[in-house]
Structures are given as structure tokens and as C-alpha cells.
């Protein structure tokens, strides 16, 4: 079994930073694509950020040149730098991940997510 687990989310005032961490855990194989997704409240979920093991990387219009995506490898990790943050950057974010397992092959995992709160 793989788990998610984020952290790092909670009040900012606009213009603010914070950084998200998700670490993946569990019989892990590799991993392939991570990536993290918000929901406001009465929306849809939508991507925010990819990164590739690779370390390619895909931004949502509304983020780029705000948000950082990276990765530690070694360490299961995926991370997202937010800067200069918004009140509708306000949502819970999720971490999602494309894991190849020991035992169950190739699985699409997501965390329980992490709320974001954007307001002065």
C-alpha cells in the first residue's frame, strides 16, 4: 500500500509564501509523475503543477511564474513553492503521484490534501 502525506498549508496574507511538501511512503517500486491539484470551495478539482521523474515540468496559466515545483527523488518527496499568493490561490491541495509498486503494479495515488487560506 502507498500513502501521500502533505503538509505545510494554513493561513498567509496575500502577497505571502508558503511551501507544500508531500511525502509518498509505503512498497514503492519508482515513481513517475507528481503532481499537485487544488479544489475552492464550489469548484472543481484543477491541476496546478507536474513534474516528471525526469524533472519536467507543467504549470496551470494562473500559477506560472508564482509557483515552484520540485522533487527530491531520493526522498519520495514532491514540493511546491508559492509565492505572492492570492486569495483565490484558497483551496485545499492535493498531492498526486503515479507509483509503480512492488506487488500491484502501477497505481494513481492521491493524499488527503492540505488547506491553503489566502486572506489579510
Known amino acids: 500500500q502507498v500513502q501521500l502525506v502533505e503538509s505545510g498549508g494554513g493561513l498567509v496574507q496575500p502577497g505571502g509564501s508558503l511551501r507544500l511538501s508531500c511525502a509518498a511512503s509505503?512498497?514503492?517500486?519508482?515513481?513517475?509523475?507528481m503532481g499537485w491539484y487544488r479544489q475552492a470551495p464550489g469548484k472543481q478539482r484543477e491541476l496546478v503543477a507536474t513534474?516528471?521523474?525526469?524533472?519536467?515540468?507543467n504549470y496551470a496559466d494562473s500559477v506560472k511564474g508564482r509557483f515552484t515545483i520540485s522533487r527530491d527523488n531520493p526522498k519520495n518527496t514532491v514540493y511546491l513553492q508559492m509565492n505572492s499568493l492570492k486569495p483565490e490561490d484558497t483551496a485545499v491541495y492535493y498531492c498526486?503521484?503515479?507509483?509503480?509498486?512492488?506487488?500491484?503494479?502501477?497505481?494513481?495515488?492521491w493524499g488527503r490534501g492540505t488547506l491553503v487560506t489566502v486572506s489579510s
Open positions: 509505503g512498497s514503492i517500486f519508482s515513481i513517475g509523475t
Open positions: 498526486n503521484a503515479g507509483v509503480v509498486t512492488a506487488m500491484s503494479g502501477y497505481l494513481e495515488v
Open positions: 513534474i516528471t521523474a525526469g524533472g519536467s515540468t
